[in-house]
């Protein structure tokens, strides 16, 4: 209330549209991706354009509140929204034009994966990016950006050409490899910390409209073996071919019905080469399982880039904890086995793996803030459930799931998936020589903090 009675010239000033607690759409407008950030904000301020945000961060800074900037509002940790301050809601700036001329894409902060996705494609093009089309480019591209192209085309990051940024003085700036070029480092993977970003540029790759994905589930007493197979497959795979593990259980359709209700191992990949590249890499994969329910086929790499948009559906209740392993071994496998067969009712936990290397491991890891290139997988135990009462659980499996799986990771941690935002959590996400550069590039770039609620770097 005491905001909404100061708003004053800003309200005169602000182009797009301003929605306090007694708005009639404050309920919706309030609403991000995790349905266990269930904030109220004394504001939220849709912005149109820059001169929007540039009023809004500098009333929310003369009012001293609390700035949540968000972009698609996918955070896991609910970042993208407060209690009692200022939500700047880039909702209404998602333009994104493709030149296949130069093959480059302009996005706005507010854009969404799909956005990029289908317009690339369009133009035989594609920027390689979550897997998920509802995810902002914004915080994805800030954080890294892993995806089913990542070993063909590397992160998001590496695609990235330029960012325009209004700092918390609102000063806007260009960064790229020449101009602002210490701040372009620390964009790439701490990227929340130092401003809102407006727009960013891709450059994009050729990639055919048609790809080879599938998956197959066997029962998860076969994940020693099952894991020797995808190890040696991953030995001489081509950069073409993204594999993805997961262990569960087998809850929903598509399963088999034999494996209905039991903890499955589930291996899947996406092969971006031609139909005849495809059968021939992913041979060895095939031939040494029982692939007779595998559902690989050609399929439009659109249609694979949807197809758990529905199931990852907003307003879901969600949890995770990530990290990164090296080799697949026999240890791993087993802790995964066991701990994704003793979950929680009432819910979905699992553990997902994600091969890394490739384009991914050719860039060094000094290139930017992003930490963890060198990993062999990326690994997460996720749950969502959607009934409050099973918070505590399904918090407590993914917290005991991935401290079994500590003393398997490797340097660095995925910030997307950090939850926690203290200062040792955000240490260990990029390592002490990374954070002290990172702490500088706060100092020079935000040294008030206006920009905390990300997995924070202290000035
Ligand atoms: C279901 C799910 C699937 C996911 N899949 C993937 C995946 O496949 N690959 C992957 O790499 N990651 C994935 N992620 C992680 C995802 O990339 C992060 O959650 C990301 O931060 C979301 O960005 P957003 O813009 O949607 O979120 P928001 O909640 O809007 O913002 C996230 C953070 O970025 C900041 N931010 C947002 N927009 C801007 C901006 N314009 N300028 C400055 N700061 C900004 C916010 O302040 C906040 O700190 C997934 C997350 C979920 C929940």
């Known amino acids: ?62 009012q001293d509140l609390r700035i ?10 609910g970042f993208g929204t407060c209690d009692g301050g200022i939500v700047v809601d880039l ?13 480059v894409a302009r996005v706005q902060g507010g854009a969404h994966l799909s956005q990029l996705d289908k317009q690339a494609q369009a133009a035989g093009l594609v920027c390689p990016v979550g897997v998920i089309g509802h995810t902002g480019v914004a915080g994805l591209t800030l954080g890294g950006g892993m995806g089913r192209l990542e070993r063909k085309f590397g992160l998001t990051i590496d695609s990235l050409l330029s960012v325009d940024l209004v700092t918390a003085e609102g000063q806007q700036l260009r960064a790229t490899k020449d101009e602002h070029a210490d701040l372009f480092w620390g964009l790439r993977g701490a990227g929340a910390n130092f401003g809102v970003a407006t727009g960013f540029e891709f450059q994009l790759h050729p990639q055919e409209p048609t ?38 259980v087998a809850t929903d359709p598509p399963f088999p019905a034999k494996l209905a209700g039991m903890p499955v191992i589930l291996v899947g990949a996406m092969h971006a080469g031609s139909q005849e590249e495809a059968e021939r890499d992913l041979q060895p994969l095939r031939r040494g399982m029982d692939w007779s329910a595998d559902t690989f086929m050609r399929k439009p790499y659109l249609t694979v880039q949807g197809m758990s948009d529905e199931a990852m559906s907003w307003g ?17 496998l087993a802790v995964c086995a066991a701990e994704g ?7 979905d936990c699992s553990f997902s793996f994600w091969a890394m290397g490739g384009a991914i491991s050719r860039v060094s890891d000094e290139d930017s803030a992003f ?22 659980q399904h918090m407590a499996w993914a917290r005991r799931a991935m401290a079994a799986l500590k003393p398997f990771t490797t340097v660095g941690q995925y910030v997307n998936d950090a939850v926690e935002s203290d200062v040792a959590s955000v240490r260990s996400v990029y390592g002490d020589e990374k954070y002290d550069r990172l702490v500088g590039l706060k100092r020079k770039y935000d040294p008030d903090n206006v920009f905390r609620l990300n997995q924070n770097i202290r000035p």
Request: with cysteine; glycine share 12%; charged share 25%.
């Open 341 to 347: 067969s003793d979950v929680p009712a009432g819910g």
């Open 1 to 62: 209330m005491k905001v909404l009675a100061t708003l004053g010239k800003f309200r005169d000033q602000f182009k797009g549209q301003l929605i306090g607690p007694d708005d009639p759409e404050y309920d919706q407008a309030r609403v991000v991706w995790n349905g266990m950030a269930d904030r109220r904000p004394a504001l939220i301020a849709r912005c149109e354009g820059v001169d929007d945000l540039i009023a809004a961060v500098r009333f929310g800074r003369e």
């Open 316 to 332: 879901h209740r969600f949890y995770m904890k990530s990290g990164f392993v090296g080799e697949l071994t026999d240890q791993l």
């Open 68 to 77: 949540a900037v968000r972009g698609g509002g996918h955070s896991v940790a």
């Open 91 to 103: 909702s209404r700036m998602r333009g994104l034009t493709v030149d296949p001329e130069q093959q």
């Open 371 to 392: 930490t963890g290139r060198t990993a062999d997988w990326w690994l997460s135990a996720e749950a969502m459930w959607d009934d409050p009462a099973h918070d505590r």
């Open 211 to 248: 790809v080879t994905h599938g998956w197959v589930a066997l029962p998860i007493e076969k994940s020693l073996e099952v894991g020797a197979l995808v190890r040696d497959f991953m030995a001489a795979v081509p950069d073409h071919v993204f594999v993805g593990l997961s262990f569960g």
